[in-house]
């Protein structure tokens, strides 16, 4: 057998590792990738509040899945400590006594083979397979005619254009909220879910996923009050990401029935009360905020103003009264009053949000509901706030 080896930190795993994985196979005709997540590196430290090698363990999983011949190997990872390539080529040596074994690596790594540990070792043990990663075929190509002329190394040089990205400005991107297409779709879901690298979730990402929760018929309203709430923050000087986020996510678990809520309160561990028990619709809002918390990264402030957003609650953020309101009178609504409680969003949202009480509260009334407890606590801390302006 034909066995390629390709360690790295994969921290995480991108798009040019996935595209050089597949080459790699390819190219040399491999009848097994092993793809193998380093412990610690000898040549570079990890950065802080990086992903753990359990992490990166799973991310290479997701990332390495769908590439033919590959196989993720824990083997580095169960040795710990310092991880030298030489140890690891006796053990898998030891696992394929009679077959080639070639280490797969990309140009930078390849440039520095002759200070590797046991280099001498190494050369009598396998073959090197290299991969440009920065468009410099030309001097890899020389470095590799040295390589075999020099020290007799069996070197083949793999002519595919690479993907030119590396893990450390990967990670600098998803701090920005950019970065995606250069990751596969579950390792992104695992580093927005797992909070990794500072990683910010992309708001069209977001979109696509509360679309997939949502009923159809919700889609208008949820994009009309993500667009109500950025141009609120924009007015307010609220942070406008955090606001488009809240208001994208505020329904992803509205179309959920009594019982479906029930089961979100539990795998989620949302706290209830007894009227929101009684009335499991009015679960939505927590169960919705809970949910964005665990898959989707969120901020506590966009959690809790995704939490409130039905009722209301004494004493609001900025945040939690651009989500409430914005829910009641994004461009989708149309009801008798929705005018005035438009005007008044942009003139003074404090006088807003005691409108929307208001009406929100007579309109249970009128249908015999009684209103949460939280919702009359909200319009009267609002109105002792305003009658101290003096409104
Ligand atoms: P970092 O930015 O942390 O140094 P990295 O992107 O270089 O990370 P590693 O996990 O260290 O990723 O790389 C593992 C192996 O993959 C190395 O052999 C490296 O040369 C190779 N490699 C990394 N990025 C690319 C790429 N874009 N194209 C081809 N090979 C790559």
Redo the contacts with the bound molecule.
């Keep these: 057998m034909k066995i390629g080896i390709?360690?790295?930190?994969?921290?995480p795993?991108?798009?040019?590792?996935i595209?050089?994985a597949g080459d790699a196979v390819r190219v040399m005709n491999l009848d097994k990738l092993l793809v193998i997540p380093?412990a610690t590196?000898p040549h570079?430290e990890l950065p802080a509040g990086t992903a753990t090698a359990q992490q990166r363990l799973e991310m290479a999983q997701l990332a390495f899945g769908g590439v033919d011949k590959a196989e993720v190997c824990d083997i580095e990872l169960a040795r710990g400590g310092r991880s030298y390539t030489i140890d690891t080529v006796k053990n898998l040596r030891e696992r394929y006594p009679e077959d080639e074994l070639w280490l797969?690596?990309?140009?930078?790594?390849?440039f520095s083979l002759e200070s590797w540990y046991r280099f001498e070792t190494l050369l009598s043990e396998v073959g090197f397979a290299v991969?440009?990663?920065?468009d410099e075929s030309e001097k890899l190509r020389e470095y590799v005619e040295h390589m075999r002329h020099e020290w007799a190394a069996k070197v083949e040089f793999i002519p595919e254009r690479?993907?030119?990205?590396?893990?450390?400005?990967?990670?600098q991107r998803l701090e920005k909220a950019e970065g995606r297409e250069l990751l596969s779709n579950e390792v992104y879901a695992y580093i927005i879910k797992n909070r990794l690298y500072g990683a910010k979730a992309q708001l069209e990402w977001l979109r696509e996923e509360a679309i997939k929760l949502l009923a159809p018929k919700r889609v208008p309203h949820v994009m009309g009050c993500e667009q109500e709430a950025v141009r609120l923050a924009q007015l307010w000087g609220e942070d406008v990401y955090s606001a488009a986020a809240a208001g994208i996510l505020h329904d992803i678990t509205k179309k959920c029935s009594a019982n479906e809520q029930l089961l979100l309160c539990e795998k989620y561990g949302t706290v209830t009360d007894a009227l929101e028990l009684e009335a499991p619709k009015l679960l939505h809002s927590k169960t919705a905020a809970d949910m964005a918390w665990v898959e989707f990264g969120i901020s506590p402030e966009v959690r809790e103003a995704i939490r409130w957003h039905t009722t209301g609650k004494p004493d609001m953020t900025m945040l939690e009264k651009i989500i409430y309101i914005a829910d009641y009178m994004e461009p989708n609504r149309d009801f008798e009053g929705v005018d005035e409680l438009r005007r008044l969003a942009y003139e003074d949202i404090d006088q807003a949000l005691r409108l929307g009480l208001r009406m929100s509260i007579e309109d249970m009334q009128a249908r015999n509901i009684v209103p949460h407890p939280r919702s009359s606590g909200a319009l009267e801390y609002i109105e002792n706030s305003l009658r101290q302006r003096g409104l």
């Design positions: 390709y360690g790295g930190t994969f921290n795993p991108h798009a040019g590792h595209k050089a380093t590196p570079k797969i690596m990309g140009g930078d790594m390849f991969a440009d990663r920065a690479p993907v030119e990205v590396s893990s450390t400005e990967l990670r």
